[in-house]
């Protein structure tokens, strides 16, 4: 069984630029979370879809964050236009279910975005 | 505001000695407690949890202990081994809540 894969690994833009993140999950499962950490510091909750919609998107830091799951399948996460605080790794995570302490969150490679 | 503190950044250990990671949290909804690993370009694994209706749970050997008063859990490796060497984060959620909310990390490294 194929992983959460994400693509690109690592991404280098200049402040102002547009980039997009891509998420594929765990085939089946319905819920996608994306994570960001900036360096040295905690993991942090950006928000939740299941299937195609947004259960919780607390975790967004600003506007300038758009994350789509059209169809329930794959995500994209947009950032526009990035500034340089915006620097960090983002990891995507896939769960079959939201059962807490028995649906095991899958964490993705992460992309790591570099704003300059 | 962080409310899952690992306030140790690095460890060293010698290898076939015990690892202790600790983590404390300040939010007492908190239920459910996990640790991950994480490699290098890697992303984090789960690897071991506990529910807050226990106060240990072991699982060959990794041991998370939970002290619910003290709002502070840690984890045992023992024995240590070299490809233990890898970044730990605690992370908390509340039954009524699906996100987790994770440490910064401990980098643990197992001297052989």
């Known amino acids: 069984e194929a992983g959460v894969t994400q693509f690109p690994s690592h991404s280098v833009i200049e402040k102002g630029q547009t980039v997009t993140l891509r998420c594929d999950p765990i085939?089946?499962?319905?819920?996608l979370y994306w994570y960001r950490r900036v360096m040295g510091k905690e993991i942090k909750f950006l928000l939740h879809f299941v299937k195609e919609s947004k259960q919780d998107e607390s975790g967004m830091p600003n506007n300038r964050f758009l994350a789509e799951r059209t169809g329930g399948t794959y995500s994209t996460l947009k950032v526009q236009p990035a500034e340089l605080e915006d620097s960090g790794v983002y990891f995507c995570?896939?769960?079959?279910?939201?059962?807490?302490?028995?649906?095991?969150?899958?964490f993705g490679p992460g992309t790591r975005l570099t704003v300059l | 505001d962080q409310q899952v503190k690992q306030n140790s950044p690095s460890l060293s250990v010698q290898e076939g000695r015990i690892s202790i990671l600790n983590c404390d949290y300040t939010n007492s909804m908190f239920d459910y407690f996990l640790w991950y690993k994480k490699y290098p370009a890697e992303g984090p694994t789960f690897l071991i949890s506990?529910?807050?209706?226990?106060d240990k749970n072991e699982d060959g050997r990794f041991t998370v202990f939970l002290n619910k008063s003290a709002k502070h859990l840690s984890l045992h490796i023992v024995p240590s081994q070299p490809g233990d060497s890898a970044v730990y984060f605690c992370?908390?959620?509340?039954?009524?809540?699906?996100?987790?909310?994770f440490g910064t990390g401990t980098s643990l490294t197992v001297i052989p």
């Open positions: 085939s089946g499962h319905d819920n």
């Open positions: 506990i529910s807050s209706i226990k």
């Open positions: 992370a908390a959620s509340a039954r009524t809540g699906n996100q987790f909310y």
């Open positions: 995570a896939s769960s079959h279910g939201t059962l807490i302490g028995t649906d095991t969150q899958y």
